[in-house]
């Protein structure tokens, strides 16, 4: 190879400030997420749009709800010093406003992440979040008050996340006309809930919703059945916990929660189709489209950029418009601009499913937010 020809591979980081735990092959998040970047940065460089390789930087820290703020951060520093141009994370909204603070006094290193909080996003700091705090309560209102509850039992996990859950679901709850007949803290870790569900049940709801990250309700379903009480339970995206490991599947049993994998996005399919044929494996759920599309948003910003450095990739990622999502439904498009920081375009990112059997591939597709509950007397 020439002098002129020769090129060095372009870095991108990835962050995941939570520590997974080992997964079955059918269920690997991990694997799953990086064939699937892997896979759209190898088509962009062999199709000619990006004229160098990506290189992946991976980096992991024990983040808040099970370990420390710092852990996260230094993680991210890492990637920062290892010459990332663009890092995809971090994942949890309880260290990603300190991640922000670092970045924009420090990294100076543009980063997407998955975090639902508004909180999150700054001169450097861009969303394409696996939920939203400010738009799930409002999309789990709506879908209890069609179910036809009206009084609404909330858990709610002691943390930012829980915190910024209830305050929008307060607001969502007046919309659809609903009543918040009791709200339980609860702590943001597995805990026994026999008293807590011994109060729920007390209160008489229609149904429960739970707001956090989803590991302080592992055990409510256990303690309900010791009630013999089965009512209604809805959560957010933290539903998609139940992809970490077979026992929380277990637990999640039943729940209705948000997820962005919609079957009939014909983006999903086709990009599973791609996956498969690559890798011999088909993991229909939401990593690989969700992934997918981190991937994607990074590849145009790369395409773009001018220069090719932390600075020029933020400035070409406010450039990016309207670029087709595999996650969500039909349509579901991603935009960032100068102000613009949260990637999702409509309410369709968000899909509501259930769980009726420990078999994430068995999971019930119920619908999308629909206009609001008019209740009759």
């Known amino acids: ?55 992946v930087v991976f980096r992991t820290g024990e983040g808040l709800p099970r370990g420390s703020v710092k852990s996260a951060i230094d993680a991210t520093r890492a990637l920062v010093d290892q010459g990332c141009l663009v890092i995809i994370g971090p994942m949890v909204s309880e260290n990603a406003i300190p991640i922000r603070e670092y970045l924009e006094r420090e990294g100076r290193t543009p980063a997407i992440s998955w975090c639902g909080s508004d909180d999150w996003l700054g001169q450097w700091t861009f969303g394409l979040s696996s939920g939203s705090l400010p738009d799930e309560p409002y999309v789990l209102a709506n879908l209890m008050a069609h179910a036809g509850h009206r009084r609404v039992a909330v ?37 026994d809930m026999s008293a807590t569900a011994a109060r729920l049940h007390a209160a008489a709801p229609d149904a429960i919703v739970s707001l956090g990250f989803g590991f302080g309700v592992v055990r ?21 916990d139940a992809f970490i490991s077979r026992s929380v599947r277990e637990a999640y049993l039943g729940w209705i929660g948000l997820d962005l994998y919609d079957e009939q996005n014909p983006l999903a399919v086709e990009f599973l189709d791609r996956f498969e044929q690559r890798y011999g494996r088909r993991p229909a759920y939401y990593t690989p489209g969700v992934s997918r599309d981190f991937a994607t948003i990074v590849v145009n910003a790369l395409a773009d950029a001018k220069p090719l450095s932390p600075r020029g990739v933020c400035e070409s990622l406010e450039r990016v418009k309207m670029l087709p999502a595999a996650s969500g439904a039909p349509g579901t498009r991603i935009s960032y601009g100068k102000w613009t920081r949260r990637g999702w375009m409509g309410t369709g990112y968000l899909v509501a499913r259930q769980f009726d059997d420990v078999d994430p591939m068995k999971t019930h597709l119920r619908g999308h937010l629909r206009e609001p509950k008019v209740w009759t007397s």
Do not use: C
């Open 220 to 240: 409510l379903n256990a303690a309900l059945a010791e009630l013999d009480w089965s009512p209604p339970r809805y959560t957010g995206t933290a539903w998609q």
């Open 1 to 55: 190879m020439s002098i002129a020809g020769a090129k060095q591979s372009i870095k991108v980081g990835v962050l995941f400030d939570f520590v997974f735990p080992p997964a079955p092959d059918e269920w690997n998040f991990e694997r799953d997420f990086f064939d699937s970047i892997q896979l759209v940065f190898d088509d962009a460089h062999s199709s000619g749009l990006l004229d160098r390789p990506v290189e």
């Open 155 to 191: 858990l709610v996990e002691e943390s930012l996340i829980g915190e910024q859950y209830l305050g929008f679901l307060r607001r969502a709850a007046k919309v659809e006309g609903l009543t918040l007949v009791i709200e339980e803290r609860i702590p943001t870790t597995d805990h």
